[in-house]
């Protein structure tokens, strides 16, 4: 009866284990999240954190520029998060396909990210109801969990 | 009768305050006047007419791009908008429609530096700043 048991926690164990780890941060979920999805630290290495949120003030374009406080906190939660520093699935994999001599700006120039959706169309990513490729949320429903497995994938119309 | 005109004081305070801004909202706002006042001799308050051209009106911004407030905040401020870039919704701006609007001084003037830098190239003067917090407060 015992073995049961653990069998059940190893199996749940796999089920909910995550691909990157969730945001745990409520500066993080409210200062990103107000315009995009509020991508996980581990998706990125640490080097691409530290260009990403030095430079805020022209973030893709616009301006996301915090105060020096709340950037320095935004900062080390992702530094301390990030792909090179998480041991969970994904973020090991982006670690280890990451050239060392480059700083990825983005997710989805990837070699990772593209590898993943290579048997996709440009348009599908472009339709409404997606917007752009880094809208992850309106194909993984289970995005902020950290999971990105295709299971979850439901891709609208 | 005393208790009559009470009651009526009470009405007019509550209508008084829900188009008015909370206490940390309101000393920033008569910040923004000392510093009008400071730059046009002749000012006596802000606009929400004043507000809405400039929430409305198209300039060349940040992207090199037309964009306007309303382009992301749309013009109906109790709507859901919707950021042009990303495609995230954006919850309404209206207080009367959700609450969080303009009731934490910190958040509203980091929207007002990023969105004047977003829309027009360059912060906002002292008198737009109050012109378009008083449009948005009026929708």
Request: glycine share 6%; with cysteine.
């Amino acid at each position: 009866m015992k073995y049961i048991y653990l069998v059940v926690i190893f199996i749940s164990g796999i089920l909910l284990a995550s691909d990157v780890k969730p945001i745990n941060n409520q500066l993080a979920l409210k200062e990103c999240g107000s315009c995009h999805f509020a991508y996980q630290p581990g998706l990125l290495p640490k080097r691409s954190w530290k260009k990403i949120i030095s430079n805020l003030g022209n973030h893709f374009g616009t301006d996301a520029s915090l105060d020096k406080k709340d950037e320095q906190m935004l900062l080390s939660y992702f530094i301390k998060n990030s792909s090179d520093n998480s041991n969970q699935y994904l973020s090991r994999v982006i670690t280890r396909y990451t050239r060392a001599d480059k700083t990825p700006m983005r997710i989805t120039t990837g070699v990772v990210f593209r590898r993943a959706h290579d048997e996709l169309r440009r348009s599908t990513f472009l339709r409404k109801s997606v917007g752009n490729p880094g809208n992850c949320i309106a194909c993984h429903r289970t995005a902020k969990r950290g999971l990105y497995n295709e299971d979850y994938v439901r891709i609208p119309r | 009768m005393m208790k009559k005109s009470f009651i009526v004081l009470f009405v007019f305070a509550i209508l008084a305050n829900a188009n008015g801004f909370n206490p940390q909202m309101q000393q920033y706002i008569n910040q923004l006047k000392t510093q009008a006042q400071k730059s046009k001799s002749n000012f006596v308050d802000f606009s929400a007419k004043r507000g809405e051209q400039i929430f409305v009106s198209e300039h060349i911004g940040k992207r090199g791009k037309n964009i306007s407030c309303s382009s992301c905040h749309s013009t109906n401020l109790r709507q859901i908008g919707k950021n042009v870039h990303t495609g995230k919704s954006i919850k309404p701006l209206s207080p009367l429609a959700n609450a969080k609007r303009l009731s934490r001084v910190k958040d509203v003037k980091k929207w007002l530096r990023r969105n004047f830098n977003d829309v027009y190239k360059r912060q906002g003067t002292a008198i737009e700043k109050g012109d378009v917090l008083y449009y948005i407060n009026s929708k």
